[in-house]
């Protein structure tokens, strides 16, 4: 069963850290380049950083600097450490692969709510 498993997001305030994980199903998820996305009320959702199955790192650029994505090719799991958080970071972050739909078309798992104070 193809599953994509968000968690890790809750309530942080202005320039407070979060830490997120998705556990991924599937034999060849090491060789997949996973990514974080995130989509905010009201708005499409975008792309925020991305990880190939060697390591490399891609962001976007209104979270250069402040988050870091990872990844435990061993537990099928990628990361996303987002640090000095903003209120525009507010979002539902989804976990899936660049592009999205390689493991399963047009699924996307349930997500994980962000929410930052001011």
Known sequence: QVQLVESGGGLVQAGGSLRLSCSASGSTFGLKTMGWYRQAPGKQREWVAAISGGGSTNYADSVKGRFTISRDNAKNTVYL????????????????????????????GQGTQVTVSS
């Open 81 to 108: 450490q987002m640090n000095s958080l903003k209120p525009e970071d507010a979002a539902v972050y989804y976990c899936n692969t660049v592009p999205p739909g390689q493991i399963k078309s047009d699924y996307w």
